[in-house]
């Protein structure tokens, strides 16, 4: 697990994101919880999106994620992945969950249905500091996990230690080697 900084600039931005989200209506809550909790969850993935993106950037490898800041105003998003790893053409999408006790990443089944990606970067924000990368799974190793309703509805699960080390990841992505 590598701990990546969260920058100011980053907590603006997402919370101008989410914002925009409550005040035009976008998305629809199927997750079954409160607004405010749907709300958060919207900031605290764009957050540990954008805290990617620097990681990435950070470490010199090649991506594009033009449209991370731009809301999707529909009520449904399902098939966008976050970043594209350019020399490869891999597709990633970095699933970011809130509090210590959550220990998988997951990925709703309508998502992964609609667009299985070829990598799924597991996160964990505890604070506003820093969040907690602790690696991926591949879109093919999930596909093998039965879905199971974690409260969220269907849903593709990994536990957060058993993911692939974020190491391996920047290594293949550093020498232009597929990932999945």
């Known amino acids: 697990m590598r701990l990546l900084p969260i920058i100011p600039e980053n907590i603006k931005l997402a919370e101008v994101f989410m914002q925009e989200y409550k005040d035009k209506n976008y ?13 958060t969850f919207i900031f605290q993935g764009k957050l540990g999106e954008l805290v990617f993106r620097d990681f990435l950037s950070q470490e010199k490898i090649l991506h594009e994620c033009r449209d991370i800041l731009k809301p999707h105003p529909g009520k449904y998003k399902r098939e966008g992945s976050d970043f594209l790893l350019t020399i490869t053409g891999e597709l990633v999408d970095v699933k970011t969950i809130g509090n210590h006790y959550k220990t998988r990443l997951l990925v709703r089944e309508d998502q992964f249905k609609a667009k299985r990606h070829d990598v799924y970067v597991g996160q964990r924000l505890e604070n506003k500091k820093h969040v907690e990368c602790w690696g991926y799974v591949t879109g093919n190793e999930l596909a093998e996990v039965p879905c199971q309703d974690f409260g969220y509805g269907p849903c593709r699960h990994w536990f957060l230690k058993n993911l692939h080390p974020i190491e391996i990841f920047i290594q293949k992505a550093r020498e232009g080697k597929r990932i999945s």
């Open 27 to 39: 998305g629809k809550n199927v997750l079954g919880v409160s607004d405010e909790e749907f709300y």
